[in-house]
């Protein structure tokens, strides 16, 4: 860096306030705020299947103040987000086209990492697998200068490829797939991304509100686990060798993804409560409301039990309890695997201790 880059990035740096109620040190699983979820609802942040871009402002910006306290927005993102970061955003495009994270939230949240005084250039837009990404349109969503990143190219049913995959930080799991060497620690590992990795200090989460048919729901906690490495196929092979409960949190708990994830944003304005993670048509439903959390598992104790309220209203049995017949799951789910995630220390499970916290806007 030469003097006169220096003193440019000094006097960003001092340019932006720091609020009295950073968050510090505090930061990452389950973050300065553990147990509290903030939850803003809209009747009119959906209109005929679309998302209105004002109504998601309104929303996104009650969530973030309630969450952290902050008297403004601007002041809200510097809680977490500081000039001379780089930032990753995790989106979700499993749900394809019709559930899937949406261009009016992600637009939001970059706008707040550039009003924490961090450059486009330094915010990367994050999914596993490059024509997934594609496929969605992520690409042709992002403001100019803001990059993006995968790790592989698409879905193979190996998993092992490394190409993305940062060779030295992995999960080791005594948990193998039929036909693989169980003497080779490879196919034990499951490799971080070189985007987590290598290319930026900080994420932000943004997961959907879905049902998951291995895992029970797919919210905060599994858009990190089988978003962030590789060779996750061997989590879910099929409804008897299934062990989503246990890979989940392993991988979350993975220091560097403990540090780096700063912040968890739920979109659950559209959400899927049966046949996920795909979710067909008929399974969608529109719930208008947004979650703000760092803790994980107090958001995703809320979104499971939402889902399974859905799925009730529906004459669907709990995720945890999809019968051996069932056309639309071949598994059974294994939401344990947030309470699990407890135990290890990601945040709280508790009903009792956590913090709700239910806004209605209109």
Request: proline share 7%; charged share 25%.
């Amino acid at each position: 860096m030469t003097r006169r880059e220096w003193m440019a990035a000094l006097t960003a740096a001092m340019a932006v306030p720091r609020p009295a109620f950073s968050a510090g040190e505090k930061l990452g699983i389950p973050g300065p705020y553990p147990g509290r979820v903030v939850s803003v609802r809209h009747a009119k942040s959906i209109v005929s299947g679309a998302y209105q871009p004002e109504v998601i402002r309104q929303m996104m910006t009650k969530g973030m103040t309630e969450l952290t306290g902050a008297p403004s927005w601007e002041e809200a993102w510097r809680v977490f987000i500081q000039p001379g970061d780089v930032v990753g955003i995790k989106v979700n495009p499993v749900g394809g086209r019709r559930l899937c994270s949406d261009p009016s939230v992600l637009h939001l949240i970059i706008e707040g990492i550039e009003k924490a005084g961090v450059s486009r250039r330094d915010i990367v837009v994050y999914d596993r697998y490059r024509r997934e990404f594609l496929g969605v349109g992520f690409h042709r969503w992002l403001p100019e200068g803001v990059r993006f990143s995968w790790a592989a190219e698409q879905y193979d049913d190996s998993q092992l490829g490394l190409h993305g995959y940062d060779r030295d930080q992995f999960v080791e799991l005594p948990l193998v797939k039929p036909g693989d060497d169980p003497a080779d620690a490879h196919v034990r590992r499951s490799y971080l991304s070189r985007f987590l990795t290598q290319q930026v200090n900080k994420v932000i989460n943004l997961p959907v509100l879905k049902h998951h048919q291995s895992a029970g729901v797919t919210l905060a906690l599994k858009n990190l686990s089988h978003g962030m490495v590789n060779n996750v196929n061997r989590s879910h092979v099929n409804r008897w060798l299934n062990a989503c409960n246990l890979f989940i949190p392993a991988v979350v708990e993975h220091p560097i993804i403990r540090q780096k994830v700063v912040l968890n944003i739920l979109d659950g304005v559209k959400a899927g409560y049966n046949d996920g993670p795909g979710v067909s048509p008929q399974f969608i439903w529109e719930y208008h409301t947004m979650f703000f959390a760092t803790d994980p598992v107090a958001l995703d104790k809320t979104g499971w039990r939402i889902i399974d309220a859905r799925r009730k209203e529906a004459g669907l049995p709990p995720v945890a309890d999809q019968p051996p017949d069932d056309p639309f799951n071949a598994y059974r789910g294994q939401p344990e695997h947030i309470e699990l995630a407890s135990t290890l220390g990601l945040g709280v499970y508790d009903d009792a201790r956590i913090d709700l916290r239910r806004l209605e806007l209109g």
